[in-house]
């Protein structure tokens, strides 16, 4: 044991100093370097860390006030304090809420941007608390036996989590909208997402927004079907309603009643409700379209088909990319292909009008993580904005170069130049004469516009164009021609979003409206008179209007059903591009740009309730973090499954600080039979620059392989001490398109058991076969990996790029060891997208293993195929295989010392389904379907080695069950090619390697 001890000890201090030397660029899970405190007032305990107080004492005032509103419609106060956590370690903006092993919200701090379906409202994080404090007050109300067996063994039921999300999601959007003067359902977008799917007969049925589909918005329909049937519903049968159905469901032992409840509540099913609520709708937004109709249409031709994300048009100047000189470039996430910036060239008729574009042909230019915006100098190089590691853990926006005529589809050849690192800086603009930028950053909440020198060094002198006032939100400047000005929009307090026109010699403005109308995508004409935007003032549709920078006379330029957004006029001022909506997301369209036809704008009308008072500053106390407070364990688990000895009782037990510093799992099995402690405790830290873990184990095992004399061939019980430790560290490449991991381990082992000796059973004339039963095993892992692959939302698995991984294993006498040897192995996988159709794609893997040494055994390596287990077991408990097997062959066919594996799958689509059964907790995604080829084997000797070919094909049905569990399942047909090959049918659960 001594033994043990030191070696372990040297581990850890070795360890301990390889951390220290880790570049300083890198960071753990958590950064080290932050200070964390905690506020606590009447319900909520508050963490957060330095730079973030003014952030946390407004959001300890306003969660107080949301409380007050909230808890009465809910009808519930929770028991003990909701821990919050606030981040700042991303651009973008969202949170989360989780209930069980206790109420937690976790927030980012950054609020949304400027398209984003979020971006309406009266205070970011009085709405973002709105609607994960509603989530807290539905999902925490348990009663009846779910409160009793959560009272005994720790909270682990919450019959209200497992609800469709699309009920869950609805009731928030639907509390943060009617409890705030914002929120998604008064947002224009919102209703143009709406709008758009009833009025183009794209009507989700309510089994698919049940669950989740490809279809636009993905994962947004739940929010955006669940929030109108939720304000339908409520002011249909009154908020009251709510109240009962939770109450009812949260009492529930087994949750799959949830027709029922609503059928308890108004004697209808949300089956029954659905068509009279659609039907309410085509009834509301077809007036909205005949009243638009009647006003006449002014509406563009549609350029691009890619539908879901696109922003950000730009005319390409001659001197960027002179193969698309004339068209536009923006950004594109079509769910098919890699995001980024996108060329498209123009068709134009014979008097120069824009009629169609090049869409098909279209050209990543640019790859981008992130919406992205791109800028232009008179030299043709460009700046663009997109999201990119900071310091490892941070994830944040900055500035790029690219020289002109250059471009950079991967992200990954060199040809980008990092300008800022960790600004948080984006939409940047270059002034005309491309010595000065504008852009904006992000920090703490508050989103700033910030003006630069552009020369050789980069980008240097940053001072502020306009101050912001805490809170407020800078977005999408844009430069006058006359080199002076600068026109931005601006979220201020109250919920104005208002477009100001900049002077940049003083930084006075101009603010062109004062209300709250969603004003956004300022844009000038070339030769300055006309400041074009996009703004929602006539109401719920958002139009692109027009302001005279002489006159102030104002002109709407659209009159379209769905919305216009962020205009881009020509050079040659004869025609305007802007972002267009149709039910599969946004897309690019262009329109003559003639004042003639333009609209006299109508005085905005303020339809909106005032927004609630701030609410009054309390000092609450405050005092360092604490992990302790959620740390501890909350639930337990107890199971009684099969063991090695009859049945075992396992009790577990887990926990986890809220702001991710600490984790610990613990574990205790008693077999019935043998009740010998067996136990398992495991905790990460993750506040140094790598991740550290521990584990300690004991546990038992029947060992055979003893034998006295000819009949005597017991049984023996071996006991397993186990101790290991290790460290993790994720490196990503400054582009953020690819990175590496590594990984050091040590893991010892002590393996002894008392055989027993009968007297009576000697026999000296009998030579006993006696197993070691006392032997120490220790080795050290060494892992390694990068990728640089790619997935989109339609493909089958990754269609782009390469993974390798590498470990190595060593076990020694010198580290606590009886043995001596190494293992090692590689794999590489490499993906191919195929030319022909869609989707259609050639995944190939490479692995191969070696290994040496006295260590007993058939060695450490085998191939075979998938392991059969029963269905109920595999979705009772998760268990997912991986995707690399040689298939056609029992799961362990060969086994030795070494390896080598290859397998092809040719990949390919077969139909979206996206339909589930009503509410159940089934959904069916998709099918698609795989041709598979594996070749390999395990042998001691290469000469000898029994290469085996295994050949056939699968079926893949991604399915997600109990509304938040995903399973892909391959029912597949493997032919063995070889000997000991089978004809074999089989159903499992995998990864697609």
């Known amino acids: 044991m001594r033994r043990i001890f030191l070696c372990a000890l040297f581990v850890c201090v070795t360890l301990g100093v390889l951390s220290a030397f880790v570049p300083g660029r890198a960071r753990a899970a958590n950064d080290p370097n932050l200070v964390w405190k905690t506020i606590t007032t009447p319900h909520f305990r508050i963490s957060y860390y330095s730079g973030e107080e003014d952030i946390a004492k407004h959001l300890a005032d306003e969660a107080e006030a949301i409380h007050a509103r909230l808890s009465p419609v809910l009808n519930w106060s929770p028991a003990e304090k909701v821990e919050v956590a606030l981040f700042d370690q991303t651009d973008g903006a969202n949170g989360f809420t989780s209930i069980v092993p206790f109420n937690a919200i976790r927030l980012f701090v950054t609020a949304p941007d ?57 009731l928030a959007v639907y509390e943060e909208s009617v409890r705030t003067s914002g929120g998604r359902l008064r947002s224009s977008q919102w209703q143009m997402f709406m709008r758009a799917d009833i009025l183009e007969n794209n009507i989700a049925p309510l089994d698919q927004f049940t669950g989740t589909p ?58 029954e409700l659905y068509p009279e609520w659609i039907a309410s709708l085509k009834k509301g937004f077809g007036a909205q379209r005949d009243a638009i109709v009647a006003r006449g249409l002014r509406e563009g031709v549609r350029l691009t088909y890619g539908g879901n994300n696109a922003q950000h048009p730009v005319w390409v100047p001659k001197n960027a990319w002179p193969d698309h000189q004339g068209g536009l470039v923006y950004f594109r996430d079509d769910g098919h292909s890699t995001p980024g910036l996108y060329a498209i060239d123009l068709q134009r008729d014979a008097q120069g009008a824009v009629v169609a574009a090049g869409d098909k042909k279209r050209e990543l230019v640019i790859r981008t993580n992130g919406v992205s915006h791109v800028t232009f100098a008179p030299d043709g190089s460009a700046i663009f904005d997109s999201s990119a590691p900071f310091r490892r853990i941070f994830n944040f926006t900055d500035l790029f170069q690219l020289p002109a005529g250059e471009k950079s589809p991967t992200g990954l050849d060199g040809k980008r130049t990092r300008l800022t690192e960790g600004f948080r800086a984006s939409d940047p603009a270059l002034s005309p004469d491309g010595r000065r930028v504008v852009f904006t950053t992000n920090h703490r909440g508050t989103r700033y516009l910030q003006i630069a020198d552009v020369s050789d060094e980069g980008v240097t002198n940053v001072r502020s164009l306009v101050r912001s006032n805490r809170f407020e939100q800078a977005f999408a400047p844009e430069w006058s021609p006359d080199n ?167 009790v577990t037990a887990d926990g986890a600080d809220i702001a991710g510093h600490h984790a610990f799992t613990a574990s205790m099995t008693t077999e019935v039979e043998r009740p010998y402690l067996q136990f398992g405790l495991g905790y990460t830290y993750a506040r140094l620059p790598v991740d550290l873990n521990f584990n300690v184990s004991r546990s038992i095992a029947p060992r055979g392989g003893y034998q006295l004399g000819q009949n005597y061939k017991p049984i023996w019980i071996q006991e397993a001490l186990s101790f290991s430790t290790g460290v993790s560290y994720n490196l990503p490449n400054s582009s953020g398109f690819d990175g590496q991991s590594f990984a050091l381990n040590y893991g010892v082992t002590r393996l002894g058991g008392e055989l027993p000796m009968p007297a009576d059973k000697l026999d000296p004339y009998e030579t006993p076969v006696i197993p070691r039963d006392r032997y120490m095993m220790a080795a050290v892992h060494l892992g390694w990996g990068y990728s640089n692959a790619q997935r989109f939302l339609y493909s089958v698995g990754a269609e782009k790029g390469f993974s390798i991984g590498a470990n190595f294993d060593l076990t020694n006498t010198a580290i606590a060891s009886d043995y001596s040897g190494y293992a090692a192995d590689i794999n590489f996988t490499s993906y191919h997208l195929m030319p022909w159709l869609a989707h259609h794609s050639l995944a190939l893997h490479a692995g191969t293993g070696f290994s040496g040494g006295n260590f007993p055994g058939r060695g450490p390596f085998y191939v075979g195929g998938f392991v059969d287990l029963p269905l109920y077991d595999i979705v009772r408990n998760t268990l997912i295989q991986g995707g690399i097997a040689l298939r056609g062959y029992p799961p362990v066919i060969l086994a030795g010392r070494n390896y080598a594996l290859f397998n092809a799958e040719y990949r390919f689509p077969i139909v979206n389904i996206d339909r589930g059964f009503s509410t159940l907790p089934l959904f069916f995604k998709r099918i698609t379907g795989t041709a598979f080829l594996d070749y390999g084997s395990a042998f001691d000797d290469a000469a000898t080695a029994q290469f085996k070919t295994g050949a056939g094909g699968e079926l893949w049905v991604d399915t997600l069950m109990a509304y938040v569990v995903d399973f892909t399942f391959r029912l597949g047909y493997a032919k063995g090619l070889a000997s000991g090959g089978l004809d074999k049918f089989y159903f499992v659960a995998t990864v697609p390697f």
């Open 214 to 271: 490809r279809r636009w918005p993905q994962g947004n329909i739940w929010y955006l079907y669940g929030s109108f049937f939720m304000k339908w519903i409520q002011e249909t049968y009154g908020e009251g309603v709510m109240r009962q159905v939770i109450d009812d469901f949260g009492q529930q032992v087994i949750p799959l009643g949830f027709n029922r409840s609503l059928r308890r509540a108004i004697g209808k099913t949300y089956e």
């Open 484 to 650: 002076r000005h600068v026109a931005y929009s601006v979220w201020t307090e109250g919920g104005y979003r208002d477009i100001r026109y900049v002077d940049t010699a003083d930084g006075t403005y101009v603010e062109l409206a004062h209300d709250r109308a969603q004003d956004g995508g300022p844009s000038f004409s070339p030769d300055g008179r006309w400041l074009f935007f996009h703004s929602d003032r006539t109401g719920s549709v958002s139009n692109i209007f027009a302001w005279n920078v002489e006159t102030a006379e104002l002109k709407q330029v659209t009159n379209v059903v769905n919305g216009a957004y962020q205009p881009e006029i020509s050079p040659d001022g004869k025609t305007l591009a802007y972002l267009g909506y149709t039910h599969v997301g946004f897309d690019l369209f262009a329109m003559p740009l003639r004042e003639s036809d333009w609209l006299d704008a109508e005085p905005y009308v303020n339809t909106r309730p005032a927004p609630y008072p701030a609410a009054p500053h309390v000092e609450f106390p405050w005092q360092s973090y604490n992990p302790l407070h959620t740390l501890r364990p909350r639930r337990f688990g107890v199971s009684i499954t099969p063991g090695n000895f009859g049945q075992a009782v396992i």
């Open 114 to 170: 400027d398209l984003s379906p979020l971006s309406d409202y009266d205070g970011w994080q009085t709405t973002l608390f709105t609607h994960e404090y509603t989530h807290t007050l539905h999902i925490d109300q348990i009663r009846g036996l779910p409160a009793l067996g959560n009272a005994l063994i720790g909270k682990r039921f919450s019959p209200n989590q497992v609800q469709p999300r699309w009920f869950i999601e609805g």
